[in-house]
């Protein structure tokens, strides 16, 4: 008789929602690799304006007020990606945590499977013998009963 598991429903369905919720904390970890990058060039452009400020010291009013306004606007954004660099880490951290809970519950389901797999193993073992022993005593008896 084959093995079936009597909770093979629910088992499928974890590892359904275990896989959906990977998915989900991949394209968390890759927003927050695109908010790095964006974060590195925004910085990038800083120190650009910076360098740009040092290495001209004939640089006329207007073009260092310009230079002072860029970075100010670029100072603020980068306090924008950086809060949202933070948010993204907190939900990634409370999805991990989620996928961690997914993983466990399925880890569970698994193990019964496992465990009543091998329980139906020994039991189709200790079927296959009785069945080869009392063959073996019909097959001796019957030897016995017939005339010489």
Same mark, same amino acid.
């Given at each position: ?52 400020? @040092? ?6 009013? $207007?073009? /260092?007020?310009?230079?002072?306004? =860029? *970075? #100010? +606007? !670029? &100072? ?12 993204? @880490? ?6 991990? $945590?989620? /996928?961690?809970?997914?993983?466990? =519950? *399925? #880890? +569970? !389901? &698994? ?38």
């Amino acid at each position: 008789m084959p093995f079936r598991f009597s909770l093979d429903a629910p088992l499928r369905l974890r590892k359904s929602q275990q896989r959906q919720q990977e998915l989900l904390v991949h394209r968390i970890q890759e927003q927050i690799t695109q908010t790095l990058r964006e974060l590195q060039a925004v910085a990038k452009k800083i120190a650009e304006i910076s360098l740009n400020n @040092r290495d001209s010291d004939s640089t006329r009013a $207007a073009a /260092l007020h310009f230079d002072l306004v =860029r *970075r #100010e +606007v !670029l &100072e603020r954004h980068r306090a924008q990606v950086q809060s949202r660099l933070e948010k993204l @880490r907190e939900e990634q951290a409370a999805q991990f $945590a989620t /996928l961690r809970k997914m993983w466990q =519950r *399925r #880890e +569970v !389901l &698994e193990s019964l499977r496992e465990r009543e797999k091998q329980q139906h193993s020994i039991m189709e073992s200790r079927r296959d013998q009785q069945l080869q022993d009392d063959l073996f005593l019909m097959r001796k008896y019957s030897r016995r009963s017939l005339p010489t």
